[in-house]
């Protein structure tokens, strides 16, 4: 079922911070730490969660700031500033909210997106 | 349910007014009719801080009465309207333009006069008296052509006169009936150190003098002659010899008086007429008058509690006071000149430092009855608080007194003090009520002042309320933490420094050097902040872009469905019929919803991420430039029109701000920041509502600071006057580059500055007499801002790099379909969910 997508070249993701891609009519936003996970290139961490936040019913999560509180790596939405955890969607503020999170690597200088597979263990796949 | 019963005040006073406020508060609101006579021009105001009028305080700040507050409440103010006589057996009160009002509940709060002496010579030209605003615009006047000013009553009254007539730049004696300053509240070795702070000031006192006359002076307008022979020669008498009841109306209708005046009144603060009450001067309370607010305040609030048959009593008031007389604290508490029997005195004296201190104490030294401080009134609260509590003193109570050189602290801790203990008198605010506000959710001195009013009325009690306020927080395990967030264990006031300092350029350097973990939304945009005052480079430059709130990430104003507004700068609201134009164009062409904004410019609304571009190459083709609307830094400067086309204008308002706003745009503050320039004192700009206002008056434009509208609105406070343009602008750069140094994240310049440890005086000392040293950084600071300014709009549309981001979606072109709009009142709007609903079901048929 292992079903990789190319969505972009690694040179248009932004540095430690967030773009939206279209997938399938699912529009996912992919973030990338190159910087702070303090790993360039290939081992940088890179995360894929839905772009639409349910607290502001607005596709806007790529454009959220990312970091990490107590740990876990967050996106915070830039319209009501609610977390998500990045590996498990999981909303900080509302543990009942959960936004999709989706397998994302980068393969060759390509990010690729496998839309059925979700990370494994709450570790993303690199 | 009956009709409503008609209650008539008579006199709009500190003490009427606050009687009108605790009525419309209370329940029994509905069932009564108000009706208030006022005599004077103008609604109640402040007569305590009377003398502020001189240094700047205008009348509007003066007033006690909210805008709108008659109407808000059906209340009938019958203004610069007298009373004149009361029919008892009709209940009829009529005024002197004729109008005949019936009551059913009457209420005197016709206050007091000022006691004139019958000297001959008392009513000639320029004697003048100290009650009400007309009085003091007299004494300005006057003071114009006049030099010396001589105030006869060295009493707390008398003394403020002598500040205002100091404020005015005249010679200025206080002459005195009694051997001494303040003798009501003072002992003779109180008042002699008075005496000597006071002729430091260079005020010049002459006390047990008895003025005999007063005649046509030679140098001057006025000469006093004195019983001892001595003359005085000065232009202006000023009477502040104490004050007189109002009780002519209540004399005229029958109703007891005192031998000496004043309105008799029981505990219920009732005349010898069942339906007539007197409160606050004018009433006499078991042979006393009260001629301060706070026993008035109470003796209203007794009279709304008997209207709602509620037990109330008043039973006296405690005459402690504690105030600032040209700047020497000045305090009294209790039985201060020890008449108690067998009361004992201690006293502490210090002619180096200029500090008197006297305690009187029960004669089995457990009891505080009474004290005075002269020179250092640091210890009133506590002290207050042992005596009005009854309070066990320690075993040596003099240490409360003696100056304490080391660290042990013999203040009383507010935990010592019972909840029933009234924390501010003016409002009568008990430890209680400020606990349970506290618990209530107000953690800031300004939250707690706003909720239960303590500390509002004469100040007196601020350090004791935020002495409660600290303990009942650390109580609830609110440990203060003033780390920024958990990735840095620093205020933003040392990260700056941090910055500064060690040359970072970078957040991931101030992280790998002073933080951990990856940063959050707290840390990135705060720190982003402050490189971007510091160095001034690019907010989307590759090491800064990650750090960026979406606003300033975008160069825009995120709005709820996702898109964005774009707002152009409009220096000082000026804008050519062209510009506006090109303006239109835009915003017809991208189909965006237009809006004027209240800083005196146009938002743009309904953009799309991947049309900002577009719409900036147009609005900078046509001479706009970036408003940072998006940023937290200068947003606008607002300007009335000014001296250039407005009949009173006195100053070129617009020029100024237009100057002002090229000076500082791009400036990236702690929040943002509003300026607003005013060509006169009709304030159209409503520049005292701003962090930073200017009003233009004829000797130079006057400096406002720390003011702002929102959630909290905050009148902004005088800071320099009569100021040329280029020391305005001077005192502009160090304070603002002094906020953006040291305020907190998301720090107004208000919450800045009331928090600061000396509050206004200590920001003039660090900002006008350069008291830290640090003004040259502080301007060579912000004209490395200045210098570096840039376009943010234009950088970004002239490079690729920067412009990648604005896209949807990285992988197609397609914009985003979850933005639907849909038209109200010929404009654009986001769809509501059953709109979008509705247009979904539209494309799917």
Same mark, same amino acid.
């Given at each position: 079922?292992?079903?990789?997508?190319?969505?972009?070249?690694?040179?248009?993701?932004?540095?430690?911070?967030?773009?939206?891609?279209?997938?399938?009519?699912?529009?996912?936003?992919?973030?990338?730490?190159?910087?702070?996970?303090?790993?360039?290139?290939?081992?940088?961490?890179?995360?894929?969660?839905?772009?639409?936040?349910?607290?502001?019913?607005?596709?806007?999560?790529?454009?959220?700031?990312?970091?990490?509180?107590?740990?876990?790596?967050?996106?915070?939405?830039?319209?009501?500033?609610?977390?998500?955890?990045?590996?498990?969607?999981?909303?900080?503020?509302?543990?009942?909210?959960?936004?999709?999170?989706?397998?994302?690597?980068?393969?060759?200088?390509?990010?690729?997106?496998?839309?059925?597979?979700?990370?494994?263990?709450?570790?993303?796949?690199? | 349910?009956?009709?409503?019963?008609?209650?008539?005040?008579?006199?709009?006073?500190?003490?009427?007014?606050?009687?009108?406020?605790?009525?419309?508060?209370?329940?029994?609101?509905?069932?009564?009719?108000?009706?208030?006579?006022?005599?004077?021009?103008?609604?109640?105001?402040?007569?305590?801080?009377?003398?502020?009028?001189?240094?700047?305080?205008?009348?509007?700040?003066?007033?006690?009465?909210?805008?709108?507050?008659?109407?808000?409440?059906?209340?009938?103010?019958?203004?610069?309207?007298?009373?004149?006589?009361?029919?008892?057996?009709?209940?009829?009160?009529?005024?002197?333009?004729?109008?005949?009002?019936?009551?059913?509940?009457?209420?005197?709060?016709?206050?007091?006069?000022?006691?004139?002496?019958?000297?001959?010579?008392?009513?000639?030209?320029?004697?003048?008296?100290?009650?009400?605003?007309?009085?003091?615009?007299?004494?300005?006047?006057?003071?114009?052509?006049?030099?010396?000013?001589?105030?006869?009553?060295?009493?707390?009254?008398?003394?403020?006169?002598?500040?205002?007539?100091?404020?005015?730049?005249?010679?200025?004696?206080?002459?005195?009936?009694?051997?001494?300053?303040?003798?009501?509240?003072?002992?003779?070795?109180?008042?002699?150190?008075?005496?000597? &702070?006071?002729?430091?000031?260079?005020?010049?006192?002459?006390?047990?003098?008895?003025?005999?006359?007063?005649?046509?002076?030679?140098?001057?307008?006025?000469?006093?002659?004195?019983?001892?022979?001595?003359?005085?020669?000065?232009?202006?008498?000023?009477?502040?010899?104490?004050?007189?009841?109002?009780?002519?109306?209540?004399?005229?209708?029958?109703?007891?008086?005192?031998?000496?005046?004043?309105?008799?009144?029981?505990?219920?603060?009732?005349?010898?007429?069942?339906?007539?009450?007197?409160?606050?001067?004018?009433?006499?309370?078991?042979?006393?008058?009260?001629?301060?607010?706070?026993?008035?305040?109470?003796?209203?609030?007794?009279?709304?509690?008997?209207?709602?048959?509620?037990?109330?009593?008043?039973?006296?008031?405690?005459?402690?006071?504690?105030?600032?007389?040209?700047?020497?604290?000045?305090?009294?508490?209790?039985?201060?000149?020890?008449?108690?029997?067998?009361?004992?005195?201690?006293?502490?004296?210090?002619?180096?430092?200029?500090?008197?201190?006297?305690?009187?104490?029960?004669?089995?030294?457990?009891?505080?009855?009474?004290?005075?401080?002269?020179?250092?009134?640091?210890?009133?609260?506590?002290?207050?608080?042992?005596?009005?509590?009854?309070?066990?003193?320690?075993?040596?109570?003099?240490?409360?007194?003696?100056?304490?050189?080391?660290?042990?602290?013999?203040?009383?801790?507010?935990?010592?003090?019972?909840?029933?203990?009234?924390?501010?008198?003016?409002?009568?605010?008990?430890?209680?009520?400020?606990?349970?506000?506290?618990?209530?959710?107000?953690?800031?001195?300004?939250?707690?002042?706003?909720?239960?009013?303590?500390?509002?009325?004469?100040?007196?009690?601020?350090?004791?309320?935020?002495?409660?306020?600290?303990?009942?927080?650390?109580?609830?395990?609110?440990?203060?933490?003033?780390?920024?967030?958990?990735?840095?264990?620093?205020?933003?006031?040392?990260?700056?420094?941090?910055?500064?300092?060690?040359?970072?350029?970078?957040?991931?350097?101030?992280?790998?050097?002073?933080?951990?973990?990856?940063?959050?939304?707290?840390?990135?945009?705060?720190?982003?902040?402050?490189?971007?005052?510091?160095?001034?480079?690019?907010?989307?430059?590759?090491?800064?872009?990650?750090?960026?709130?979406?606003?300033?990430?975008?160069?825009?104003?995120?709005?709820?469905?996702?898109?964005?507004?774009?707002?152009?700068?409009?220096?000082?609201?000026?804008?050519?019929?062209?510009?506006?134009?090109?303006?239109?164009?835009?915003?017809?062409?991208?189909?965006?919803?237009?809006?004027?904004?209240?800083?005196?410019?146009?938002?743009?609304?309904?953009?799309?991420?991947?049309?900002?571009?577009?719409?900036?190459?147009?609005?900078?083709?046509?001479?706009?430039?970036?408003?940072?609307?998006?940023?937290?830094?200068?947003?606008?400067?607002?300007?009335?029109?000014?001296?250039?086309?407005?009949?009173?204008?006195?100053?070129?308002?617009?020029?100024?701000?237009?100057?002002?706003?090229?000076?500082?745009?791009?400036?990236?503050?702690?929040?943002?920041?509003?300026?607003?320039?005013?060509?006169?004192?009709?304030?159209?700009?409503?520049?005292?509502?701003?962090?930073?206002?200017?009003?233009?008056?004829?000797?130079?434009?006057?400096?406002?600071?720390?003011?702002?509208?929102?959630?909290?609105?905050?009148?902004?406070?005088?800071?320099?006057?009569?100021?040329?343009?280029?020391?305005?602008?001077?005192?502009?750069?160090?304070?603002?580059?002094?906020?953006?140094?040291?305020?907190?994240?998301?720090?107004?310049?208000?919450?800045?500055?009331?928090?600061?440890?000396?509050?206004?005086?200590?920001? &003039?000392?660090?900002?006008?007499?350069?008291?830290?040293?640090?003004?040259?950084?502080?301007?060579?600071?912000?004209?490395?801002?200045?210098?570096?300014?840039?376009?943010?709009?234009?950088?970004?549309?002239?490079?690729?790099?920067?412009?990648?981001?604005?896209?949807?979606?990285?992988?197609?072109?397609?914009?985003?379909?979850?933005?639907?709009?849909?038209?109200?009142?010929?404009?654009?709007?986001?769809?509501?969910?059953?709109?979008?609903?509705?247009?979904?079901?539209?494309?799917?048929?």
């Amino acid at each position: 079922m292992a079903k990789w997508i190319d969505v972009c070249s690694v040179d248009d993701l932004q540095p430690d911070s967030g773009v939206c891609a279209l997938l399938e009519g699912e529009q996912v936003a992919i973030f990338w730490m190159p910087v702070l996970s303090g790993a360039e290139g290939p081992d940088a961490k890179i995360y894929a969660v839905g772009n639409y936040d349910p607290f502001g019913n607005a596709n806007v999560l790529s454009r959220g700031l990312i970091g990490d509180i107590g740990g876990q790596p967050v996106v915070a939405s830039p319209l009501y500033k609610q977390h998500y955890n990045l590996q498990t969607g999981v909303c900080l503020e509302d543990e009942t909210v959960k936004i999709p999170v989706y397998a994302v690597r980068i393969d060759n200088g390509s990010v690729q997106i496998n839309l059925s597979s979700l990370p494994q263990d709450g570790e993303p796949a690199l | 349910m009956s009709e409503k019963q008609t209650v008539v005040v008579i006199g709009n006073g500190m003490v009427g007014q606050y009687f009108l406020a605790n009525l419309v508060d209370s329940i029994i609101k509905e069932q009564y009719q108000i009706v208030t006579f006022c005599e004077e021009p103008r609604v109640a105001y402040d007569r305590v801080h009377l003398s502020a009028f001189f240094t700047g305080t205008t009348v509007k700040e003066l007033s006690l009465v909210e805008d709108g507050f008659f109407e808000h409440n059906g209340i009938t103010i019958h203004l610069g309207d007298k009373a004149v006589t009361i029919n008892r057996v009709a209940k009829t009160v009529t005024s002197a333009k004729g109008l005949t009002i019936t009551y059913d509940k009457l209420v005197l709060a016709t206050g007091s006069y000022p006691f004139v002496p019958p000297v001959p010579g008392h009513d000639r030209a320029q004697c003048l008296v100290y009650r009400t605003i007309e009085d003091l615009e007299a004494i300005a006047a006057a003071a114009k052509t006049g030099k010396v000013g001589t105030v006869v009553g060295g009493g707390l009254l008398g003394l403020e006169a002598a500040k205002a007539l100091m404020d005015l730049g005249l010679e200025t004696h206080v002459v005195e009936f009694a051997p001494r300053l303040m003798a009501v509240q003072l002992d003779d070795a109180g008042g002699a150190m008075l005496r000597r &702070k006071i002729e430091n000031l260079g005020v010049i006192v002459h006390t047990g003098k008895n003025t005999s006359i007063i005649t046509d002076g030679e140098q001057c307008v006025n000469l006093m002659c004195f019983a001892d022979g001595e003359q005085l020669e000065t232009d202006i008498v000023l009477f502040s010899a104490g004050i007189r009841p109002r009780d002519e109306l209540a004399r005229d209708c029958g109703l007891e008086v005192g031998q000496r005046g004043g309105i008799i009144i029981d505990n219920q603060c009732r005349t010898s007429d069942d339906s007539i009450y007197a409160i606050g001067e004018c009433a006499l309370w078991n042979g006393m008058i009260y001629g301060l607010v706070a026993p008035g305040y109470t003796m209203a609030r007794t009279v709304v509690a008997d209207l709602a048959g509620n037990e109330a009593g008043f039973t006296g008031a405690d005459m402690s006071t504690k105030l600032k007389l040209m700047g020497v604290d000045v305090a009294s508490i209790g039985d201060a000149h020890a008449k108690t029997q067998g009361a004992m005195v201690y006293s502490y004296q210090n002619g180096d430092s200029e500090v008197y201190k006297r305690l009187v104490v029960s004669q089995d030294k457990k009891q505080l009855l009474g004290a005075v401080l002269v020179g250092d009134a640091s210890g009133y609260g506590t002290l207050l608080q042992y005596c009005l509590n009854g309070i066990e003193l320690p075993a040596y109570p003099d240490a409360l007194i003696l100056p304490h050189r080391s660290d042990e602290s013999v203040g009383l801790g507010p935990d010592a003090l019972p909840v029933s203990a009234q924390i501010c008198s003016c409002y009568d605010v008990t430890k209680g009520a400020i606990c349970s506000a506290i618990e209530g959710g107000c953690m800031t001195m300004g939250a707690l002042k706003a909720e239960t009013k303590a500390a509002t009325g004469c100040g007196g009690c601020a350090a004791l309320l935020k002495s409660v306020l600290d303990s009942e927080l650390s109580k609830q395990g609110f440990a203060v933490n003033t780390d920024l967030c958990e990735h840095f264990a620093y205020t933003r006031q040392d990260l700056h420094n941090l910055i500064r300092v060690e040359k970072i350029l970078t957040f991931s350097e101030l992280l790998h050097k002073h933080g951990k973990g990856k940063g959050c939304e707290i840390c990135k945009p705060t720190i982003a902040n402050i490189l971007a005052s510091q160095w001034n480079e690019h907010i989307l430059e590759k090491d800064h872009l990650g750090l960026q709130d979406t606003n300033d990430t975008f160069l825009a104003n995120m709005q709820k469905d996702g898109t964005y507004s774009v707002v152009p700068r409009i220096t000082g609201g000026e804008i050519s019929p062209d510009m506006l134009i090109a303006l239109g164009q835009v915003g017809k062409k991208y189909q965006l919803y237009t809006k004027i904004t209240g800083g005196q410019r146009v938002d743009l609304f309904g953009a799309r991420v991947d049309q900002l571009p577009h719409i900036w190459k147009e609005l900078i083709d046509a001479g706009f430039e970036s408003g940072h609307a998006y940023g937290k830094s200068l947003r606008t400067v607002k300007s009335c029109v000014g001296s250039t086309w407005c009949r009173y204008g006195v100053d070129d308002s617009v020029g100024l701000a237009i100057e002002l706003e090229n000076r500082y745009k791009g400036l990236r503050s702690p929040h943002k920041i509003k300026f607003a320039v005013s060509g006169c004192t009709r304030e159209c700009a409503e520049a005292q509502g701003k962090d930073v206002g200017i009003i233009a008056t004829e000797n130079g434009w006057n400096l406002y600071v720390c003011g702002n509208g929102g959630m909290k609105p905050r009148h902004a406070d005088l800071f320099a006057t009569g100021l040329d343009k280029e020391t305005l602008i001077k005192y502009i750069d160090r304070f603002l580059s002094f906020y953006v140094r040291t305020a907190d994240r998301l720090q107004r310049t208000s919450v800045w500055m009331e928090n600061m440890e000396g509050g206004l005086d200590y920001l &003039k000392s660090v900002v006008i007499e350069d008291k830290l040293g640090l003004c040259d950084q502080l301007e060579q600071q912000m004209q490395y801002v200045i210098n570096t300014y840039q376009c943010e709009w234009k950088t970004t549309i002239e490079d690729e790099a920067k412009l990648k981001r604005f896209r949807h979606f990285i992988n197609s072109d397609q914009p985003d379909d979850n933005i639907v709009f849909v038209e109200e009142r010929g404009q654009i709007r986001p769809a509501d969910s059953d709109e979008r609903k509705h247009f979904k079901l539209m494309e799917i048929a």
